[in-house]
C-alpha cells in the first residue's frame, strides 16, 4: 500500500481519468468547431500527465515527476497556441 494515497484511490483516480479522456475524445470526434477540438486534446493530455502521475505514485517511481513538470509546461504552451490559432490570431 502506498504511503501518501491508498490503492483504492490510486484505482478510482485512474478509472475517472478513463472516462474523462473517453468523453473528451468523443468531444473532440463529434465537436463542430475546432476550439471543440482543441480543448478535448488538451483535456487528453493532461488526463495522460495525471496517468502518468498516479503511475509514478503507484510504483513509487520519483523520476517520473520531474518529467510530468517538463510535460505539463510544454502542454500549457500548446494549449496557449491552440487558444491563438483558435481566435485567428488576434490577442
Known amino acids: ?13 485512474l478509472i ?17 468547431k475546432i476550439t471543440d477540438r482543441a480543448v478535448a486534446a488538451d483535456l487528453i493530455f493532461f488526463a495522460i500527465i495525471g496517468f502518468i502521475a498516479l503511475i509514478g505514485l503507484r510504483a513509487n517511481i520519483e523520476a ?6 517538463i510535460a505539463t509546461l510544454l502542454g500549457f ?9 483558435g481566435s485567428g490570431g488576434r490577442r
Open 77 to 85: 504552451m500548446a494549449a496557449i497556441s491552440m487558444a491563438r490559432l
Open 16 to 32: 475517472l481519468l478513463g472516462l474523462g479522456m473517453l468523453l473528451a475524445g468523443v468531444r473532440a470526434y463529434l465537436g463542430p
Open 1 to 13: 500500500m502506498s504511503s501518501v494515497i491508498s490503492d483504492v484511490t490510486l484505482e478510482i483516480a
Open 64 to 69: 517520473l515527476f520531474d518529467i510530468i513538470l
